[in-house]
């Protein structure tokens, strides 16, 4: 039996020496079964291993490696309100506001309770400075042609920085109220006022007739930003009949932290219109 096994293999040995001497296909490298060391094994690496092992590439090459798990601290800009600030203290512990960025009236009181809060950032994003936020020093007045309690309250939580005129509270006095008002701005005692008037045809008419005065009627917020952006509007004219308290504080946040300033080409053109007038 074992010799038959002998003349077997020896036979199988030369069919496979022919077939290769004949350029037949050759056998298939064989590999260790799986789970058998080799000699070559190597570890698998990890996730954070191979964004180490690229930074220490990208430093030693000179490149800038940015490290994406600490985010950008941007600030605050534009028309910041009260909300804004508060919201950031809350989820940073802190409020970066731009440098050039305003402050509600709201936002002005957020920011005196809360100094060590409150930082600015330097011209370059992200960097702070130990300076208090700027507080605004506009000053305007405010006149009723009647009453109305959210204005009584919104005013009130405003009387900081608004003023109400000793102009009789009747509609009779509106010409009157206009011409005190713009007198106050042309000689710099206020920046503007706000009108809350029942309609306002009249008041838009008046205010707009004088050379010192900017009115925009408030029909919503945008209306207002774009007043105050565009032609530097220094009064505001509120149908408080129309509009519940959260809209007036809105509108009011807008306009009161805004500095009412107009370009030359806005200037020429108003002038202008006094000429045709």
Same mark, same amino acid.
């Given at each position: 039996?074992?010799?038959?096994?002998?003349?077997?293999?020896?036979?199988? #040995?030369?069919?496979?020496?022919?077939?290769?001497? @004949?350029?037949?296909?050759?056998?298939?490298?064989? &590999? =260790?079964? +799986? !789970? $058998?060391?080799?000699?070559?094994?190597?570890?698998?690496?990890?996730?954070?291993?191979?964004?180490?092992?690229?930074?220490?590439?990208?430093?030693?090459?000179?490149?800038?490696?940015?490290?994406?798990?600490?985010?950008?601290?941007?600030?605050?800009?534009?028309?910041?309100?009260?909300?804004?600030?508060?919201?950031?203290?809350?989820?940073?512990?802190?409020a970066?506001?731009?440098?050039?960025a305003?402050? #509600?009236p709201?936002?002005?009181?957020?920011?005196? @309770?809360?100094?060590?809060?409150?930082?600015?950032? &330097? =011209?370059? +994003? !992200? $960097?702070?400075?130990?300076?208090?936020?700027r507080?605004?020093?506009?000053?305007?007045?405010?006149?009723?042609?009647?009453?109305?309690?959210?204005?009584?309250?919104?005013?009130?939580?405003?009387?900081?920085?608004?003023?109400?005129?000793?102009?009789?509270?009747?509609?009779?006095?509106?010409?009157?109220?206009?011409?005190?008002?713009?007198?106050?701005?042309?000689?710099?005692?206020?920046?503007?006022?706000?009108?809350?008037?029942?309609?306002?045809?009249k008041?838009?008419?008046?205010?707009?007739?004088?050379?010192?005065?900017?009115?925009?009627?408030?029909?919503s917020?945008?209306?207002?930003?774009?007043?105050?952006?565009?032609?530097?509007?220094?009064v505001?004219?509120?149908?408080?009949?129309?509009?519940?308290?959260?809209?007036?504080?809105?509108?009011?946040?807008?306009?009161?932290?805004a500095?009412?300033?107009?370009?030359?080409?806005?200037q020429?053109?108003?002038?202008?219109?006094?000429?045709?007038?």
């Open positions: 039996m074992a010799g038959m096994d002998e003349k077997l293999i020896k036979a199988i #040995t030369e069919q496979v020496i022919k077939a290769m001497q @004949q350029g037949r296909e050759l056998p298939a490298a064989i &590999n =260790p079964p +799986a !789970g $058998t060391c080799d000699g070559t094994f190597k570890p698998e690496s990890t996730d954070a291993q191979n964004d180490d092992t690229q930074k220490i590439a990208a430093t030693h090459s000179g490149a800038r490696v940015v490290d994406e798990s600490k985010s950008i601290d941007i600030p605050l800009t534009g028309i910041i309100t009260a909300s804004q600030l508060e919201q950031a203290v809350k989820d940073k512990g802190y970066l506001v731009a440098q050039d305003r402050l #509600t709201l936002a002005n009181d957020f920011a005196r @309770q809360h100094k060590d809060k409150i930082k600015r950032a &330097n =011209p370059v +994003a !992200g $960097t702070t400075t130990s300076n208090p936020t507080i605004a020093s506009n000053r305007w007045y405010w006149w009723i042609d009647g009453t109305c309690p959210v204005v009584k309250k919104v005013t009130a939580e405003r009387q900081a920085i608004l003023t109400p005129m000793a102009n009789s509270r009747k509609s009779e006095a509106l010409l009157s109220v206009v011409r005190d008002l713009a007198s106050a701005v042309k000689s710099g005692h206020v920046s503007g006022g706000v009108l809350f008037v029942p309609t306002a045809a008041a838009a008419c008046y205010v707009n007739r004088t050379q010192s005065l900017r009115g925009v009627v408030g029909t917020i945008k209306a207002v930003e774009e007043a105050v952006g565009e032609i530097g509007a220094n505001l004219i509120v149908e408080y009949l129309q509009h519940g308290s959260a809209s007036v504080n809105a509108m009011l946040d807008v306009f009161l932290a500095k009412p300033d107009v370009n030359t080409l806005i020429r053109a108003l002038a202008e219109c006094h000429r045709l007038s």
